[in-house]
Antibody
Framework: QVQLAESGGDLVKPGGSLRLSCVASGFTFSDHFLSWVRQAPGQAPEWLSYISTSGNTIYYSDSVKGRFTTSRDNARNSLFLEMTSLRADDTAIYYC??????????????????WGKGTMVTVSS | DIQMTQSPSSLSASIGDRVTITCRASQNIGSYVQWYQQKPGRAPALIIYAASNLQSRVPSRFSGGGSGTDFSLTISNLQLEDFATYYCHQTYTTPRTFGQGTKLEI
């Protein structure tokens, strides 16, 4: 069974740092791109970052670029999100998600098919 | 950034109804659209990928359509378990963006 499990969420003060982990099981981890998505209370999800299979290609949203770092350890089936300079508006549930690709003609559509249950990050003094 | 505008933001319906939720992209994004269902306290769950492809084990009463800038999610013969919030999501380019959500209420 394909599963993703996030951990590391906590209450942290503004300006602080936190490292989130996501451990995968039930599939060949190294074959898949992975993403981080967060969702503030009562809001729509917000995509944050994705990382390629090797970790050589990483994209970030502008809201976290320069503050958050995504990495992966394929030997440990693990994805990480290093968060620094945390602000109150970073308060959210953080999800990791597996990416699949769908080929249609010349198009290659990436999409997130399986998500973890999420881990809560609260930034408050 | 590509804006994804969903409508309506909320929708009241009854068991057995047929409902359609729409999503408009601010530019042509081909078929790079997914639809997710989210229930309170749960992570979003994939329903439709690449605009019209039904995710495995999702009931056939769900269907997706559209391409370019206009997309739709239709649920036929609404069941109690379908009452949730639905989001469209584009993966045409980064930053990937979500619609603001449609809350489907009984």
């Amino acid at each position: 069974q394909v599963q993703l499990a996030e951990s590391g969420g906590d209450l942290v003060k503004p300006g602080g740092s936190l490292r989130l982990s996501c451990v995968a099981s039930g599939f060949t981890f190294s074959d898949h791109f992975l993403s981080w998505v967060r969702q503030a209370p009562g809001q729509a999800p917000e995509w944050l970052s994705y990382i390629s299979t090797s970790g050589n290609t990483i994209y970030y949203s502008d809201s976290v670029k320069g503050r958050f770092t995504t990495s992966r350890d394929n030997a440990r089936n693990s994805l990480f999100l290093e968060m620094t300079s945390l602000r109150a508006d970073d308060t959210a549930i953080y999800y990791c998600a597996r990416e699949l690709r769908h080929y249609s003609g010349l198009s290659k559509v990436f999409y997130m098919d399986v998500w973890g249950k999420g881990t809560m990050v609260t930034v408050s003094s | 950034d590509i804006q994804m505008t969903q409508s309506p933001s909320s929708l009241s319906a009854s068991i057995g109804d047929r409902v359609t939720i729409t999503c408009r992209a601010s530019q042509n994004i081909g078929s790079y659209v997914q639809w997710y269902q989210q229930k309170p306290g749960r992570a979003p769950a994939l329903i439709i990928y690449a605009a019209s492809n039904l995710q495995s084990r999702v009931p056939s009463r769900f269907s997706g359509g559209g391409s370019g800038t206009d997309f739709s999610l239709t649920i036929s013969n609404l069941q109690l378990e379908d009452f949730a919030t639905y989001y469209c999501h584009q993966t045409y380019t980064t930053p990937r963006t979500f619609g603001q959500g449609t809350k489907l209420e009984i």
